[in-house]
């Protein structure tokens, strides 16, 4: 799972802006800086969600000068495509716990806390069944890398 980041040059150093998400900004005094403060303001902008209500706008496929894709470390994907695909489905956690079997709310509310997201295989797999529209590959399918590019 990629967003997408425009890319600023600066008097001194750089700015980006995630296309996105409104609101998750960042900066840099060189490129390199640059590129692990955009990985670093999109997982920490994605994380900090204290509702479970909260659906952040998926990313979309966007090229152009000065776009860069950056990865979305794949706990913070997991727990937001869990969320969003149970909001979708109009439930509640309490609902998708008792759907998926697992025992306790708090054990269901770590799969969506970006933070402590991290299933067994085989809790994994009931989720998949269950909700068969989260697809790993939006997960875990990004290297997490931002392509190596000069911004003119």
Known sequence: MEYHFKIHKEKSGFSAECIELEGCRTQGDTM???EQNMGEALNLYLAENDS???VFP????NTGKNIVAVGVEPGVAFAMHLRQSRLSLSMTQ???MQLLG???LSNYQRLEDPKRANPELKTL????KV?????I???VGSENAIPKKKVS
């Open 32 to 34: 390199s800086e640059l």
């Open 52 to 54: 479970s209500m909260l």
């Open 58 to 61: 998926a990313p979309k496929k």
């Open 94 to 96: 309490g609902q998708m």
């Open 102 to 104: 697992i025992k306790t």
């Open 125 to 128: 797999a009931m989720i998949l």
């Open 131 to 135: 909700v068969p529209q989260i697809k």
């Open 137 to 139: 590959g939006n997960i």
